[in-house]
């Protein structure tokens, strides 16, 4: 009886200490100056990279996709998370879900460990679509790992022809290789 106590105990203030993380994206295309040349990138709520999302250790995160397109699906992969218990918020379009067709909203909700986000619909992630996902440890406990600050930067390949060109040349017979990014994007932010 007493055992079963603490259990339940230890149940009610872990749910309590979880927080749920709730966002409203919106994604489409704006002109941008992801390098020195004006391109097209994706943006989430007009924001490119798009925003970081933080959380503990725990929390739940849950995101409302509303897909702004034009023409084009889309989906969003929460890039290395296993999505124990929540396989259909991974995100592969075709695999886990189908795209979200535009002017639809999809609700992504899982319970993650630290990595980054990126469209996975197409040559989304290669236009832009990805940010940053970083999960703290929860109240009270500490990471494993002593350091002295925390930098954010993602690394990403830019190319000046648009990512249509890039994929008919790569799905074309024979293959044509645009050749090497213009540029290696350093995107500090937080
Ligand atoms: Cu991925």
Redo the contacts with the bound molecule.
């Keep these: 009886m007493g055992v079963w106590w603490i259990v339940v105990v230890a149940i009610l203030a872990h749910t309590a200490s979880a927080a749920v993380r709730e966002y409203h994206w919106e994604v489409e295309y704006k002109f941008g100056f992801p390098d020195c040349k004006e391109g097209m990138v994706m943006a989430v709520n007009g924001q490119f990279p798009g925003p970081t999302i933080h959380a503990l250790a725990g929390d739940t995160i849950v995101v409302h996709l509303t897909n702004k397109l034009a023409t084009e699906g889309l989906v969003i992969?929460w890039?290395g998370i296993r999505q124990l218990g929540s396989p259909w918020a991974d995100g592969a379009a075709g695999v886990t879900q189908c795209a979200i067709t535009p002017g639809e909203t999809f609700t992504y909700k899982f319970t993650p460990g630290t990595h980054f986000y990126?469209g996975?619909y197409g040559m989304q992630r290669s236009a832009g679509l990805y940010g940053s996902l970083i999960i703290d440890a929860a109240k009270g406990k500490r990471e494993p790992l002593r350091y002295d600050g925390e930098f954010n930067l993602l690394l990403s390949d830019w190319w000046h022809e648009s990512v249509l060109s890039q994929e008919l040349g790569l799905s074309a017979k024979p293959m044509r290789w645009i050749g090497e990014a213009q540029v290696t994007l350093f995107l500090h932010y937080y």
């Design positions: 992969h890039h990126h996975h």
